[in-house]
């Protein structure tokens, strides 16, 4: 990911608050686990969208930083969990925490996660925390719905396209879009710029899942830090598996068949699947959705050519469009 400077400035921020909140703490069983991933890297995508929409609004970093903590607080603790449910062994480059560990701590870890974002957010003092906090809680259960729909379409032979996106809503986007919706409301913003952000934001979410279903194909292990071709052993119903089960001939998806849920896939194994895809022109169309999102996402920003914010959101935007991590 390309990135503008002030993004690195935000991050240092981030990483700052993050790291008051946990480093050295008591019992280290408990803070370790929590700890872990911040120090294995990660973008901060959703913190830094919470600053730049209160900043896109007329705001201020102090009056949004506990927020944007507590939403990375919050998308940590679903990384822990969500690598306990899909078997992953490897998340930002380093072991996922239910391996470095066990899975007893892993969930303590979580738990532990979600109620310091909680205890983060009420830190913020705004007349309109208790929305902020119904925003915070309800993005929190849509991640649960879509998480249950992601795992229980693992099982299921068939899923429909509208279906999908039902799922990548609510497992991904909709964080994406609780984060500029609360960045507008702490930035003091109308109520037609939170439309506006959240719009943005659910565009961006479900390019940026499609895009993360491409890589988990085409890009490799090492840039990417988490097991490539995880979701295909899963037999995830990924966009990309969609499409080419939709429109492959038969011949290729009985190929595609034959390799598609094996445990210890093997590199020609994989390369085979690229191929096939690549045949059946699923790799194309999967970029041409990622596109119709990030090109959505985009218009929706026009609503702010000028402020600086609006600005710095089209840079982030950008900057994850041509992501290959
Ligand atoms: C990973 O999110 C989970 C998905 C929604 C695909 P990110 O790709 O934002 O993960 P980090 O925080 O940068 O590691
Ligand atoms: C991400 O789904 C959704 C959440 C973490 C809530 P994935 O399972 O695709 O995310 P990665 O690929 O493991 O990061
Ligand atoms: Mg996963
Ligand atoms: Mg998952
Ligand atoms: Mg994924």
């Given at each position: 990911m390309v990135e503008a400077s002030f993004m690195d400035d935000l991050k240092q921020e981030i990483d700052r608050g993050i790291k008051e909140l946990l480093w050295g703490k008591e019992p280290a069983t408990l803070y370790e686990p929590m700890y872990y991933l911040f120090e294995s890297g990660g973008k901060r995508i959703r913190p830094i969208l919470v600053i730049l929409s209160c900043q896109a609004v007329g705001g201020h970093l102090h009056n949004c930083l506990p927020a944007a903590l507590s939403v990375e607080l919050l998308h940590t603790f679903t990384l822990i969990h969500d690598d306990m449910m899909d078997h992953d062994d490897l998340r930002r480059g380093r072991p996922t925490v239910h391996k470095c560990w066990d899975e007893g701590i892993a969930i303590l870890a979580g738990d532990g996660l979600v109620t310091l974002a909680y205890q983060t957010l009420l830190k913020n003092s705004h007349p309109k925390l208790t929305e902020v906090v119904q925003i915070f809680t309800n993005g929190l259960f849509e991640i649960c719905e879509g998480q249950a729909l992601d795992m229980a379409f693992e099982s299921r032979d068939t899923i429909t396209v509208d279906e999908y996106h039902r799922m990548i809503t609510k497992k991904t986007a909709r964080l994406l879009q609780v984060s500029c919706e609360i960045g507008v409301i702490l930035g003091n913003g109308s109520e037609d710029e939170r439309e506006l952000l959240g719009r943005f934001a659910l565009q961006l979410g479900r390019g940026f899942q499609i895009q993360d279903d491409l890589l988990d194909i085409l890009s490799n292990q090492r840039i990417l830090g988490k097991p490539q071709?995880?979701?295909?052993?899963?037999?995830?119903?990924?966009?990309?598996?969609?499409?080419?089960?939709?429109?492959?001939?038969?011949?290729?998806?009985?190929?595609?068949?034959?390799?598609?849920?094996?445990?210890?896939?093997?590199?020609?194994?994989?390369?085979?699947?690229?191929?096939?895809?690549?045949?059946?022109?699923?790799?194309?169309?999967?970029?041409?959705?990622?596109?119709?999102?990030?090109?959505?996402?985009?218009?929706?920003?026009?609503?702010?050519?000028?402020?600086?914010?609006?600005?710095?959101?089209?840079l982030l935007l950008d900057s994850l469009w041509s992501r290959v991590s």
């Open positions: 071709g995880s979701d295909l052993t899963k037999k995830k119903k990924t966009y990309p598996v969609i499409h080419f089960l939709q429109h492959a001939s038969a011949e290729a998806i009985e190929t595609f068949r034959s390799y598609w849920g094996i445990q210890q896939m093997k590199p020609d194994h994989l390369d085979h699947i690229i191929q096939l895809f690549h045949q059946a022109g699923t790799l194309d169309e999967v970029q041409k959705e990622v596109d119709v999102h990030f090109q959505s996402a985009k218009q929706a920003l026009e609503g702010f050519p000028s402020a600086p914010g609006g600005r710095d959101l089209n």
